[in-house]
């Protein structure tokens, strides 16, 4: 069975740049670019009003972005290589801190927050996987090593006990956050995958990259469950709905899917236009329907409602 999306705003020049990283909070959308400027937006009027400009936030621009569940809590990596964190008072983000290691460039790549933002994971370029802690001034309590690749996404599953990553050798792995050790190697992508993401209850790991393929496993077997095909380009962000019935997934054709988990197949598949999507987050609720958002290339945003009630 299909589900309808309408493409119900967009937001052009959005950025000056191409949009890197999108991240939500339950009532905005945090945008960042090859700019030095991350743009906050409130997701709960209809027109998504620009509500805060943080003005050069980060010098060469802002790869990754990334917000806890309970939307305290912000992070953001920038091309100079280094992580600044975010905490936001009367709808309003201020500087918190920085990550400081001698992060160099390429240093830090991807970035994940814990559902209460104390914890930090990120990836770097010798595919080593670190992980943070917030409120111990950005202490490092975790290094896992991987095969050396570079590593190109991450994610925290919600209840805090496992990381994942992806690198450019098709690798994926999952981290146990309590013993600190190799949790499962997964077989199945050999090419680069860039993004993986926990399904809200813990219980499935989406991985896709440049396979083109949306690869589904179990985090505690390790055994890959399914793979969901249909993208013709490289994959290169995903996100699961709140209920994690679906999954949503952007491309370098510029082409966004909706995936039923139950069906096992695409169910929408949207094209704004022909321009790489660097990111794709479904939106908060409002009321019964869902909706998302999309940016990359174009520089702009759009948004996309449900187009029935239910």
């Not at 939500?24 to 009003?49: M, N, R």
């Not at 953001?76 to 964190?85: C, M």
Request: charged content about 20%; aromatic content about 10%.
């Amino acid at each position: 069975m299909s589900k309808q999306y309408l493409n119900s705003h967009t937001i052009d020049h959005a950025h000056v740049t191409d949009i890197f990283s999108l991240a939500v909070t339950p009532t905005q959308l945090v945008t960042a670019s090859g700019s030095s400027a991350i743009k906050v937006y409130s997701t709960t009027e209809p027109d998504f009003p620009l509500v805060q400009t943080i003005e050069k936030a980060h010098k060469l621009g802002c790869h990754h972005l990334a917000t806890s569940r309970n939307g305290e809590v912000a992070a953001s990596a920038g091309f100079g290589g280094e992580v600044i964190i975010w905490s936001i008072k009367e709808e309003k983000w201020a500087e918190r801190g920085q990550i400081l290691d001698g992060n160099k460039a390429g240093e830090v790549w991807a970035i994940a927050l814990s559902e209460d933002g104390q914890f930090l994971a990120s990836t770097s370029i010798d595919g080593r996987i670190n992980v943070w802690d917030n409120l111990a001034d950005g202490a490092k309590i975790r290094e896992f090593e991987t095969k050396g690749s570079y590593g190109m996404s991450i994610d925290l599953s919600r209840d805090g006990r496992f990381t994942a990553s992806g690198h450019e050798n098709g690798g994926v792995y999952i981290f146990n956050n309590d013993t600190g050790r190799l949790f499962h190697s997964l077989p199945g992508l050999v090419k680069p995958v860039r993004a993986v993401s926990f399904s809200p209850g813990g219980k499935l790991l989406a991985a896709a990259g440049d396979s083109k393929t949306i690869a589904l496993y179990d985090p505690l077997s390790g055994e890959q469950v399914t793979n969901l095909t249909g993208h013709g380009a490289w994959i290169f962000s995903l996100d699961w709905s709140s209920t994690g019935e679906y999954v949503l997934s952007g491309a370098f054709d510029g082409k966004a899917k909706v995936w039923s988990i139950d069906q096992r197949t695409c169910v929408a598949t949207h094209a704004g236009s022909d321009q790489t999507l660097w990111s794709v987050k479904w939106l908060p609720k409002t009321g019964r329907n869902e909706g998302f958002a999309t940016a990359g290339a174009s520089r702009s945003i759009s948004f996309y409602r449900e187009a029935t009630g239910g």
